[in-house]
């Protein structure tokens, strides 16, 4: 049934003239005679009584205008969506992010997009940076935050803030109220690891950061987030090494201590399908970006 029927139609039965009607569709009424009559052979039923001076609809008439106005306004919801779908005012952006990208600024970007664009709905994944890539590959997520300096070559990227890797030690340690700590004074801890087939790139950035300091660990655990390496410290598990944003997480019972003499930063991405040019993923994109170079700015100041 095609859709200029139903407006026809529509038109009619708002008017009950069909002279009034064909002005208002700017037609003729012939036009609008043969469209009422194909649209009542398509039927099968009578939908307009008329006579010389009247037009009326039927029962049939009357129930089909109810239904006919419900396509028609369904139809142009339809338009509508798909215009704004493609303006990148509405629609739906499946994103990635890794436990500890919660105390990244990831929060604040995705806010600072949504007041921008308050129809655009961000639904977020939590997954490791390892599955967050075969997700991207699948298409099963649009972007991804992750935990790594470089992804795989059909991936664009945008590089966050990097973070220091500090100390994380129980309350109850002895050298827990130091100001600072030496990497070789807790040597022969036992150390919650991060697991490397999670993350490979933290992983290693923590072996690297104690190779540095000459000290070769004894891995008593090993985690699948940096939450829970924090929170297997604070039962006594042993020490870690951890981003220092994860101290904004809160958990009791723990101690984060600059690391002296030795520096390693942990590398963040934002990471997309190169190939992905929507619109409403180009928006997200220059929001991270704005937001990114508004926090350098300020440490500049």
Known sequence: MKTHLLRYFIVLAEERHFGRAAQRLCITQ???S???KTLE????VLLVKRDAKHVSLTPAGEAFLLEARKVV????RAADVVRSVAQGTEGRLDVGITGSMVYRNVPQYCKAFEARRPHVELCMHEMSTGEQLRALASGDIDVGFLNIGFPPEDL????????????CLPQNH????????????????DFVMFARDVSPANYDNVIACMHQAGIHPRTSHAARQWLTVVALVSTGCGVALVPACMARAGINGVRFLPLRGVKMLTPAIMAWRKNDD?????ALIDTVKE???ATTDDKKK
């Open 156 to 167: 664009a990227l945008v590089t966050l803030e990097s973070e220091v890797l500090v100390a």
């Open 73 to 76: 306004a369904q139809l142009q």
């Open 291 to 293: 937001c990114v170079q």
């Open 30 to 32: 012939p036009p609008l």
């Open 278 to 282: 929507r619109v409403l993923l180009t």
């Open 41 to 44: 052979q398509d039927l099968g």
């Open 174 to 189: 002895p050298l827990a109220e130091n100001k600072d700590i030496d990497l070789t004074q807790i040597a022969r801890e």
């Open 34 to 36: 043969t469209a009422l």
